[in-house]
């Protein structure tokens, strides 16, 4: 019995510190390890061990415990991941206290988060599983060894760690000094199988009202599609609202799936505006249980993409989908049905038998505590980051739905077994009574370009996927509108930035041999009201597909130096991109880093430095508007230098990728990637071509383009030492060229210097 008393978690945690602002939890005495089998027997002489014991072994056996888990997704054997009693017999647990918890909403900005002191329990399970579970508890109200004591209703006070212990006889040892602790906002509670209309209208009342909740409040801007639908769910049909100003609305976010079901086309639109026609029509699950959410919150209507679309109608798609930012951002409400994986899949907690998971409340030492839900709502991440509680589910995998939450003001995401609130303002789930608390104004971004911001947005956006390829921009639309509206004018050209578009036109793929240039094209309506098809560009990260992901390495150096970009806008006017605007500070002429006093010689006239005249544009673009719409043009330095096009080899994994592709080249050769290939850029192959090697038949001519130049920080040997970006070009029409590749190549300008056949020349990259 002595070795059981031994591996007591009940006396080596200081419990009293859950769901309380102190950080006392940072001491030795607020963790245990021990093996299940150990708790189990702890539990024979301890009503909190039992209970602990059976949640844990509940919790298990649980579905819901290892959906979406990403670090083990399976056995070993390949067999489902739930582990066997055998093996949670031997399974070991680590219990302890941690005060760094984060609850954070699906916002990409600092807006919205709150820490939380909650007890962790990790379950590790070896042999072939070598599974792993977490669980959270949080305190479910006040109390303690001395609740209250006399300090208020929002304090508590215990005795530090060891001084809740029974003194044995003769135990003159000093007792530590009483501390007092204030309780946290968040405190756990019961969740019920069925959602509680009740609480959530009461969310919905309290953001609408709330003084601190301007950013989350509705502009005055409108809706400005003519004849915008909406679905009524009581008089169940669709109708037309002429009037810019719709009534208050719901939206639904959701994956379509690839299973039919009813949509909006030519042939039914007159039979879905007349009243009751939905209420016998065959809805899937998602649809009609998001009506019938909105009917228990007493929204009238809900905006529903395949019903309010006509499917079938080209212009009406077109007309929608570049407002869809306006729709989700004017609506009083967003529905996200997260777990589904198509429109069939139906919301858990709105009909019955669809949530199964039952929470389980445990008391220690007077403190009352119950387990969360999803331990994914509480994790310690750096801001800008999609939160891990709605990251892993089918929702958070499809591209469209994400411009749909991140322009949404509030939005009530339906997990597989909790309902979370998320705003503008905070989170708040199911499980958990929390209420909102004022943020710091110098904090919220809500007005002003930030880097980090655009880039994680753009990372999180780049791993989602699409059925149709080339949706990409039309998905990719809404939140453009939203950042540019957001940030104050913030223009963008194929998802770029324009206020630091020479650093994020820097941007890199992780590497993957199977990546590719993405096929089919954007549709575009051009101000006479045609519609122009366009190929994704090349220089954006949207013209390529396939492996990895976006990843950070952008053009950050000091001292950047860039060319003058020019893009054309819809009308199909030239426009010169303000670059640096909202950066830290504009970039400088890439001319003068690359030509330095010869920039304004005879050789290289001013006006050719930078600004580009209308009478430079490529004819081909002039008569070809689907060119027109993708290219970028820029006046800089080029190099033509020759390869052996029979040394290309292709890596097999990032290992294999050349070294010295990325700032480490001071002196020839250097690599290049051309298509899927990497080829050695020799010295001796730049000899004059009645010379020696350059008569080599193998021999092929490339394009090198400098697009971007910055001062190096590391090593310290290199610090002050400027690189030079180049990209390879193939020249596909007249005056018009392409990317070679998706890789830039990095080297020194002491490297560039001395490259041959270089000259200043306007490039038009399509």
């Given at each position: 019995m002595d070795d059981v008393e031994s591996t007591h978690c009940c006396e080596s945690i200081s419990f009293e510190l859950i769901g309380t602002d102190s950080y006392h939890f940072r001491d030795s005495n607020s963790r245990a390890a021990l093996t299940f089998k150990e708790l189990q027997l702890s539990g024979e002489s301890c009503e909190f061990c039992a209970g602990l014991a059976r949640l844990i072994d509940y919790r298990s056996r649980q579905p819901a415990t290892w959906a979406g888990s990403y670090r083990y997704p399976q056995r070993r054997d390949g067999e489902r991941a739930m582990p066997t009693e055998e093996e949670m017999k031997g399974a070991h647990v680590q219990i302890s206290i941690h005060g760094a918890k984060e609850a954070r909403n699906w916002s990409f900005g600092f807006e919205g988060t709150s820490h939380r002191t909650v007890l962790d329990?990790?379950?590790?399970?070896?042999?072939?599983?070598?599974?792993?579970?977490?669980?959270?508890?949080?305190?479910?109200?006040?109390?303690?060894?001395?609740?209250?004591?006399?300090?208020?209703?929002d304090t508590i006070t215990y005795d530090?760690?060891?001084?809740?212990?029974?003194?044995?006889?003769?135990?003159?040892?000093?007792?530590?000094?009483?501390?007092?602790?204030?309780?946290?906002?968040?405190?756990?509670?019961?969740?019920?199988?069925?959602?509680?209309?009740?609480?959530?209208?009461?969310?919905?009342?309290?953001?609408?009202?709330?003084?601190d909740h301007d950013l989350c409040q509705q502009d005055d801007e409108g809706i400005h599609i003519p004849g915008f639908r909406l679905v009524d769910v009581e008089d169940m049909c669709i109708r037309e609202d002429t009037d810019e100003h719709a009534p208050p609305f719901a939206t639904l976010s959701y994956v379509w799936g690839k299973e039919p079901f009813l949509r909006l086309v030519k042939d039914n639109l007159e039979t879905l505006m007349t009243p009751g026609s939905l209420r016998n029509a065959p809805l899937p699950l998602t649809i009609s249980d998001a009506i019938e959410v909105c009917r228990n919150l007493q929204i009238r209507y809900i905006w529903i993409d395949s019903l309010c679309i006509i499917q079938d109608d080209e212009s009406d798609k077109l007309e929608i989908i570049?407002?869809?930012?306006?729709?989700?951002?004017?609506?009083?409400?967003?529905?996200?049905?997260?777990?589904?994986?198509?429109?069939?899949?139906?919301?858990?907690?709105?009909?019955?038998?669809?949530?199964?998971?039952?929470?389980?409340?445990?008391?220690?030492?007077?403190?009352?505590?119950?387990?969360?839900?999803?331990?994914?709502?509480?994790?310690?991440?750096?801001?800008?980051?999609?939160?891990?509680?709605?990251?892993?589910?089918?929702?958070?995998?499809?591209?469209?739905?994400?411009?749909?939450?991140?322009?949404?003001?509030?939005?009530?995401?339906?997990?597989?077994?909790?309902?979370?609130?998320?705003?503008?303002?905070?989170?708040?789930?199911?499980?958990t009574v929390e209420y909102f608390e004022p943020l710091i104004k110098s904090m919220r971004l809500d007005d002003e370009f930030d880097p980090l911001e655009y880039q994680q947005i753009a990372?999180?956006?780049?791993?989602?996927?699409?059925?149709?390829?080339?949706d990409l921009?039309?998905?990719?639309?809404?939140?453009?509108?939203?950042?540019?509206?957001?940030?104050?004018?913030?223009?963008?050209?194929?998802?770029?930035?324009?206020?630091?578009?020479?650093?994020?036109?820097?941007?890199?793929?992780?590497?993957?041999?199977?990546?590719?240039?993405?096929?089919?094209?954007?549709?575009?309506?051009?101000?006479?009201?045609?519609?122009?098809?366009?190929?994704?560009p090349t220089?954006?990260?949207?013209?390529?597909?396939?492996?990895?992901?976006?990843?950070?390495?952008?053009?950050?150096?000091?001292?950047?130096?860039?060319?003058?970009?020019?893009?054309?806008?819809?009308?199909?006017?030239?426009?010169?991109?303000?670059?640096?605007?909202?950066?830290?500070?504009?970039?400088h002429s890439i001319a003068d880093l690359l030509l330095g006093e010869s920039a304004g010689s005879d050789e290289v006239p001013t006006n050719r430095k930078m600004e580009l005249l209308e009478a430079d544009i490529p004819p081909e673009l002039s008569v070809t508007p689907f060119l027109k719409h993708r290219a970028l043009l820029f006046y800089s330095q080029t190099a033509t230098l020759r390869y052996?096009?029979?040394?290309?080899?292709?890596?097999?994994?990032?290992?294999?990728?050349?070294?010295?592709?990325?700032?480490?080249?001071?002196?020839?050769?250097?690599?290049?990637?051309?298509?899927?290939?990497?080829?050695?850029?020799?010295?001796?192959?730049?000899?004059?071509?009645?010379?020696?090697?350059?008569?080599?038949?193998?021999?092929?001519?490339?394009?090198?383009?400098?697009?971007?130049?910055?001062?190096?920080?590391?090593?310290?040997?290199?610090?002050?030492?400027?690189?030079?970006?180049?990209?390879?070009?193939?020249?596909?029409?007249?005056?018009?060229?392409?990317?070679?590749?998706?890789?830039?190549?990095?080297?020194?300008?002491?490297?560039?210097?001395?490259?041959?056949?270089?000259?200043?020349?306007?490039?038009?990259?399509?």
């Open positions: 329990v990790r379950v590790m399970i070896g042999g072939p599983s070598n599974l792993h579970f977490e669980m959270l508890l949080q305190r479910a109200g006040p109390g303690g060894r001395v609740p209250g004591g006399g300090y208020g209703d530090a760690p060891g001084g809740w212990r029974v003194s044995s006889v003769g135990d003159d040892r000093p007792r530590p000094a009483t501390q007092v602790a204030s309780l946290e906002a968040a405190l756990g509670r019961s969740r019920p199988l069925e959602v509680d209309y009740t609480m959530l209208r009461g969310w919905l009342d309290l953001c609408l009202s709330h003084e570049d407002s869809m930012d306006s729709i989700y951002r004017q609506s009083v409400l967003t529905i996200v049905a997260a777990t589904g994986v198509n429109a069939h899949a139906g919301i858990p907690g709105v009909r019955p038998g669809t949530r199964t998971l039952v929470q389980q409340q445990l008391e220690i030492r007077g403190v009352p505590l119950i387990d969360s839900v999803d331990h994914r709502q509480l994790r310690m991440q750096t801001s800008y980051q999609e939160p891990e509680w709605i990251s892993g589910t089918p929702w958070a995998q499809r591209a469209w739905t994400f411009q749909e939450a991140l322009v949404a003001r509030r939005i009530l995401f339906f997990t597989a077994e909790l309902v979370y609130w998320s705003c503008r303002q905070g989170l708040l789930s199911e499980d990372t999180t956006f780049s791993r989602r996927e699409l059925t149709f390829e080339s921009g039309r998905a990719y639309l809404g939140t453009q509108n939203y950042l540019d509206a957001k940030w104050g004018g913030q223009k963008f050209s194929w998802g770029l930035p324009h206020g630091a578009f020479g650093s994020f036109l820097m941007w890199e793929w992780d590497f993957d041999t199977t990546r590719r240039q993405r096929q089919g094209t954007h549709p575009i309506k051009e101000a006479n009201g045609t519609i122009a098809r366009v190929a994704f220089w954006s990260w949207m013209g390529w597909i396939e492996g990895g992901y976006l990843i950070h390495y952008f053009g950050d150096e000091p001292a950047a130096h860039s060319p003058l970009f020019h893009t054309f806008n819809r009308a199909s006017e030239l426009v010169e991109i303000q670059d640096g605007q909202h950066w830290r500070s504009r970039p052996d096009s029979s040394a290309g080899f292709k890596a097999t994994s990032s290992a294999d990728k050349p070294s010295g592709l990325k700032m480490t080249r001071r002196e020839y050769p250097f690599p290049v990637m051309i298509g899927d290939k990497f080829y050695k850029i020799l010295e001796e192959h730049q000899k004059d071509e009645n010379n020696g090697e350059s008569n080599k038949e193998t021999l092929r001519g490339i394009k090198l383009v400098a697009v971007f130049g910055g001062q190096m920080t590391k090593p310290r040997k290199f610090r002050g030492k400027f690189r030079i970006y180049i990209w390879p070009v193939i020249e596909t029409s007249p005056g018009v060229w392409l990317r070679a590749s998706y890789m830039s190549t990095v080297i020194f300008q002491d490297l560039w210097n001395i490259l041959p056949r270089k000259k200043w020349e306007l490039i038009s990259i399509a």
